[in-house]
């Protein structure tokens, strides 16, 4: 194929239409990060891990609002969080993390 035949077989290629991607998954764990913004306390710091089952972390400095933390994520969503335990921040001597499964 002579090269002026390979540049106008390339302008006969048509493009693919753009869809719109979808932000399920944004959404959802968003509004998870936003109603647990709302019951933890200031200076928390929220992480999702994903490995078979959706996890979050939640690390705070006291061990009063660990206590608080352990009451109160049963209650939310409708007892999305489940099998609450508590441990180490791993790198953070200071800090202690809150663990929940999450249902979703």
Not at 15 to 27: C, E, G, H, K
Not at 69 to 95: C, K, W, Y
């Amino acid at each position: 194929m002579s090269e002026a035949e390979e540049r106008a077989s390339d302008t006969n290629v048509g493009r693919l239409p753009n869809q719109p991607r979808s932000t399920a998954v944004s959404d959802e764990l968003g509004r998870l990060a936003t109603l647990l913004r709302g019951v933890c306390p200031r200076g928390a710091d929220i992480e999702f891990q994903f490995d078979t089952k959706l996890r979050v972390h939640i690390d705070v400095r006291e061990l009063e609002h660990v206590v608080a933390l352990e009451l109160i994520l049963p209650t939310l969503g409708a007892g999305v969080f489940h099998d609450i335990q508590r441990g180490q921040t791993p790198h953070h001597s200071f800090m202690h993390r809150v663990t929940a499964l999450v249902d979703r």
